[in-house]
């Protein structure tokens, strides 16, 4: 598999905020997000092509059971359904970053996904208008979600945060964990907060990225 980094750290967001975590970054991405902070995981070939195995090898020398999957986009991966049973088969609990646009339910089955529920969950992003890839989102990722999955949201204006609101106006059948953050630097958390108390959003939780706190936002395998 085409490896960008693999590291621990703390997860700096969703469901796991704040405990100790493994990261396998996976090479390439198939978006172009006006705000991304991972382009060097998508482009150059920046990548090392290590075995399932290998990547297992990394991963146990840490002795941190969450892992996350990361990208780039990592549902593109060859090979990914195998490395996400290796780790289940190996005591890992597993979360996969994923941007919206790819049909997860084209690897694993709705039953398949359930039978992996204790293992695995998903982190799906909705990209909204001002990332400029609202357009790629796959529609039955939304209808897919599970309990123990999580919807993230990333805003950097009023403009999306409308948006964000619609949205969930309009698939209130959603059960998985709602997350909305800010695009770091480009609008103030308190503005997010305030948007929330206008249209007493009680469903949705604000979250800083802690991460880019704890180092300078621009810091690589943190
Ligand atoms: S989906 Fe993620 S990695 Fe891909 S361009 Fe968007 S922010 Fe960057």
Known sequence: M???EIFTSI????????????????YGCNLHCSYCDTRYACENNSYT???????L???NGFNVYNVTITG?????????KELVQTLADNGYFVNIETNGSVDYS?????????SLSDRLFLTVDYKLPDSGMEKMMAPGNFR???????????VQSRKDLLAMRDFLNSNQH???SIYVSPVFGRIAPREIVEFMQEFNLTGVRVQLQIHKFIWAPDTKGV
């Open 72 to 80: 780039g986009e990592p549902l593109l991966a060859e090979g990914i």
């Open 57 to 59: 090898d990394r991963l």
């Open 106 to 114: 084209r690897i694993w089955t709705r039953e398949e996904r359930k």
């Open 11 to 26: 997860d700096g967001e969703g469901i796991r905020q704040g405990f100790l975590c493994s990261f396998v970054r996976l």
């Open 144 to 154: 897919e979600l599970q309990s123990g999955d999580v919807l993230k949201f990333v």
């Open 49 to 55: 092509d290590l075995s399932i195995g290998q990547i």
């Open 2 to 4: 085409k490896v960008n």
């Open 174 to 176: 959603i059960s998985a």
